[in-house]
């Protein structure tokens, strides 16, 4: 993805996050932005949010993936280069990964996945409209949209208010997909294709997938 500035969500949002749904989802939209500083060479950007990451990490119960203070170390040494710093954004995810499965807390996982899919499908929008990719890239992305809800209700306090909010938003992004014209006609189709997005579905798809966002990253009240 090309940078954009003023695109990702603020560093200052990170302590106004009371609930812990709300710190879970921020803490994948974080992991977003900063693998996508990282990979656009915006080094000291990204360590504001490797900074983020281990604050939110922390107030979730993930101290022992998030405190290490080797991590912030090992990230200086390496800030003028990228493919270093990608390494090391994927050894904090597998660290992540792991200690949820060790100790049965995979829909903490569900939750922190919703909000770093949505940030990055969020961070896509514009670089898709730029290259004229109106389908291919969000078919995909609805695939893993569905599973993400199912992940979602799986959650043990899944009568939360603030989840049901979060998952309605989701569902909206998907129900907006499956009701384009362009979806339905490539549905018919026996011979399945991609469909093809005109601008104004691709735009009203846009706006559902910017409202979620919006709504992850604005500390709910």
């Not at 900063?34 to 119960?61: H, P």
């Not at 090992?74 to 992540?96: H, P, V």
């Not at 909010?165 to 129900?175: M, P, R, T, W, Y």
């Amino acid at each position: 993805l090309t940078y954009k500035a003023g695109k990702t969500n603020p560093v200052s949002n990170k302590s106004k996050y009371a609930q812990n749904i709300d710190k879970l989802l921020n803490l994948g939209v974080y992991s977003t932005d900063l693998a996508y500083c990282a990979i656009n060479n915006k080094s000291q950007e990204a360590r504001t949010y490797l900074l983020a990451i281990q604050d939110l990490g922390s107030k979730v119960g993930m101290e022992s993936v998030f405190s290490d203070k080797a991590l912030i170390e090992k990230f200086d040494k390496n800030l003028s280069d990228k493919d270093a710093l990608t390494e090391l954004i994927y050894e904090i995810q597998d660290k992540s990964d792991a200690y949820l499965e060790d100790n049965d807390l995979k829909y903490l996982a569900a939750v922190q996945f919703a909000g770093a899919w949505a940030e990055g499908i969020y961070l896509g929008i514009d670089d898709s409209k730029k290259k004229g990719d109106l389908g291919t890239a969000l078919v995909d992305q609805m695939v893993l949209l569905k599973n993400t809800i199912k992940a979602l209700k799986k959650h043990p306090a899944k009568d939360d208010k603030r989840l049901q909010e979060v998952i309605g938003l989701f569902e909206n992004v998907l129900s907006t997909y499956e009701g384009l014209e362009s979806v339905k006609k490539a549905n018919k189709n026996v011979n399945f294709e991609v469909p093809k997005l005109t601008p104004a579905e691709f735009d009203q798809l846009a706006g559902k997938i910017t409202e979620l966002r919006n709504s992850i990253v604005s500390p709910s009240k």
